[in-house]
């Protein structure tokens, strides 16, 4: 489960070390670190009470492959690969031209049922890709997100980029099992998430 390119014959699983990803992709174009969650900051601190005294969390960090349109994010405490980013940049998006775009293929995993695994290309299995657009129907959404044509889709929650000078607009965060999608307010992906079943 996780990442394989058709292109260099690369994979990077979940749970690999940070030196598995080198070994693998070379170094990252950068490295950054995970906002602090404020509910963390504030868990178990009564209302008025000084802060503790304690050590500041430690926060996950991504490897930052922008050549590559993508993010690996790793769990601060076990250094290991919990979380995938793969970005489309389109434009009208706030981190156009930070990335080139990740021509992914998403691809079921039909002994399982889960998702997460980038393919070759010319599969007949359902799949989503980088150039996939989000419909208001379940249509055309691919099979393993298991949302039938007759089910209701998610909520989206709204994502603010935050910037009160931000001349981007909102974009829709649509979460799944084991998959989030952020959808531009025209339908385009913005970026995918893949993630396992009990990581945050």
């Not at 079921?108 to 049922?113: K, L, Q, T, V, Y």
């Not at 949302?147 to 965060?173: Q, S």
Request: contains cysteine; proline residues 8%.
């Amino acid at each position: 489960h996780g990442l394989h390119f058709s292109v260099g014959g690369q994979a990077v699983l979940f749970g690999f070390t940070p030196q598995e990803v080198w070994d693998e992709l070379g170094p990252p174009g950068g490295v950054t670190y995970k906002r602090v969650d404020t509910m963390i900051i504030h868990a178990g601190q009564e209302r008025g009470a000084p802060p503790a005294h304690s050590p500041a969390p430690t926060r996950d960090y991504f490897y930052n492959y922008f050549n590559r349109g993508l993010d690996v994010l790793f769990d601060s405490q076990t250094h290991r690969v919990k979380k995938f980013v793969l970005h489309t940049n389109p434009v009208g998006h706030v981190d156009f031209n930070l990335y080139i775009k990740c021509n992914f293929t998403l691809l079921s995993r039909p002994a399982e049922g889960a998702s997460g695994v980038v393919a070759a290309q010319g599969s007949k299995t359902p799949s989503l890709d980088a150039d996939w657009q989000w419909s208001s129907s379940c249509q055309n959404v691919p099979s393993f997100l298991n949302v039938g044509p007759t089910e209701t889709l998610p909520h989206p929650v709204v994502h603010l980029t935050g910037a009160k000078a931000n001349p981007f607009p909102p974009t829709y965060v649509y979460g799944f099992r084991n998959v989030v999608l952020e959808v531009l307010k025209n339908g385009h992906l913005a970026s995918v998430t893949l993630f396992k079943a009990g990581d945050s």
